[in-house]
């Protein structure tokens, strides 16, 4: 491991003022976005849309990182540049998905628990020598009666040490990324009780493997009340609660912290992230790593109008440009 490796990395992803955006959806989710969209669900369409992504003009400006998928790491623009070597071009760090996925945890219902750690170590190695400097493995976690389980969350607590310790053996910087579900009808409290759980475990489970704090980085949910939940908490409760639940339970020596958008609207997740940075100053550097959060204008408008790249690419760097404010408090609708 190169620690100071490691640590070069994390600051250019959290350079201020940007964040890191997520195109790392797999074939599944990105055909059933197209496909509400009436998009033809082909290898074709998908290399079209991610070109559109990764050759965004001035993209850079408010973008450190991109995180791919394995499909989208293979592939080259139409004049067969790769991919990698475009976002390279324009200073921007290839990260990667490693995950596998989510699968029901035997004999815990509504419990599920990410697989991937199988031949993980030869498929870093590739990575690595394909030009990824980061990754990024998900965990999810359900809020309901008795759920998430312990031994949920013990489990992808493991996983994610693991993996984490992987990246590092291979001077790849981890994004842990335990996923809160902003599904359902639960309360900002039960996010919160559910949230100090899951990191507490988390970071214990970490320490307990001696994974390099300082190397790796958060990605995961804002303290938020469920999508179907009554008077839902206003931006102001959510960034006092988020905060307050990060500095008890996030070590100050861990890289940074980036959320994931999680199901809120475009509005809400760069509010959110605003009304964070007008509360002072924080022990970690924290910022946005959203995927539909900053794709979604740019799809829907690319769906109806692809002969127009120019016009897409201008809503995706606009998106970006509205979270790069919100991460340092200066968004204004």
Request: aromatic content about 6%; glycine content about 8%.
């Amino acid at each position: 491991m190169n620690k100071d490796e490691l640590i070069k990395t994390v600051a250019r992803l959290m350079a201020v003022p940007k964040g890191i955006l997520a195109i790392d959806e797999s074939i599944e989710t990105c055909n059933g976005r197209f496909e509400k969209l009436g998009i033809p669900t082909t290898l074709e369409k998908r290399q079209e849309w991610r070109e559109l992504l990764v050759t965004a003009p001035d993209i850079e400006k408010y973008v450190s990182g991109f995180i791919t998928f394995d499909e989208t790491i293979r592939q080259s623009t139409a004049d067969g540049k790769t991919f990698v070597s475009v976002l390279q071009s324009k200073g921007i760090d290839v990260g990667i998905k490693v995950d596998k996925g989510l699968k029901d945890l035997s004999l815990h219902s509504g419990d599920k628990i990410t697989e991937g750690l199988d031949g993980l170590q030869d498929r870093m190695k590739e990575y690595k020598n394909m030009g990824a400097t980061f990754a990024k493995w998900r965990a999810v976690f359900a809020v309901g009666d008795n759920l998430p389980s312990d031994a949920c969350i013990k489990a992808n607590a493991n996983a994610h040490a693991r993996y984490a310790l992987i990246c590092q053996e291979y001077d790849i910087v981890p994004i842990v990324e335990p996923e809160i579900l902003i599904t359902g009808s639960h309360s900002v409290e039960q996010c919160y009780e559910v949230s100090a759980r899951v990191l507490k475990i988390l970071f214990a489970e970490l320490k307990a493997l001696d994974v390099f704090m300082p190397g790796i980085i958060l990605k995961t949910s804002m303290i938020i009340s469920g999508q179907d939940a009554l008077n839902r908490a206003p931006k102001e409760k959510v960034a006092d609660m988020t905060l307050k639940c990060f500095k008890e339970n996030v070590p100050n020596d861990v890289g940074g912290i980036a959320f994931l958008s999680g199901g809120q609207t475009n509005e809400e997740s760069t509010e959110n992230l605003n009304e964070m940075h007008k509360m002072g100053s924080l022990p970690w550097a924290l910022t946005f790593s959203y995927g539909r959060g900053i794709q979604s204008s740019a799809l829907k408008y690319w769906a109806s109008n692809q002969n127009d790249v120019a016009g897409a690419q201008a809503l995706l760097v606009a998106s970006a440009r509205d979270n790069s404010l919100a991460s340092i408090g200066e968004y204004k609708k």
